[in-house]
């Protein structure tokens, strides 16, 4: 199976998007995927980290990083989790400065 081929669940999405690092991590730990992703509003290939990003969940977002998730993967829409923390929810500066702290591609 190809990363990232397996849906998060609905509720994990929701948790990350309320920066819920508990919930999160549960359904990892409970064999769920890093990079597995999800589609919303017609873009498919979104990802927890870039959930987080959007969000501004920088512990969430330093959690999914350690355990291996992808930072430069991109979504449907050729986004990556980069341009979530820049251009969502008005852009979260500490969010982007962790991505590119780890290695985000800026193009």
Same mark, same amino acid.
């Given at each position: ?8 669940p ?12 508990a919930a ?11 990079d597995?992703?999800f589609?919303?509003?017609?873009v ?6 870039? #959930?987080?990003?959007a +969000? =501004?969940h %920088? *512990?969430?977002?330093?959690? $999914? @990083?350690? /355990? &291996?998730a992808? !930072?430069?993967?991109?979504d ?5 989790a980069?341009?979530y923390? #820049?251009?969502?929810? +008005? =852009?979260? %500066? *500490?969010?982007?400065?962790? $991505? @590119?702290? /780890? &290695?985000?591609? !800026?193009n």
């Amino acid at each position: 199976t190809a990363p990232g081929s397996e849906a998060v669940p609905k509720e994990v999405v929701l948790a990350a998007r309320r920066g819920e690092e508990a919930a999160v991590l549960a359904w990892l730990d409970g064999g769920g995927r890093v990079d597995a992703t999800f589609t919303r509003e017609g873009v498919s290939g979104i990802t927890l980290l870039m #959930a987080a990003a959007a +969000y =501004g969940h %920088e *512990r969430l977002a330093a959690t $999914l @990083l350690q /355990r &291996g998730a992808s !930072i430069n993967l991109r979504d449907s829409a050729g986004r990556a989790a980069l341009l979530y923390a #820049a251009r969502y929810m +008005y =852009g979260h %500066e *500490r969010m982007v400065e962790l $991505l @590119l702290r /780890r &290695g985000a591609e !800026i193009n």
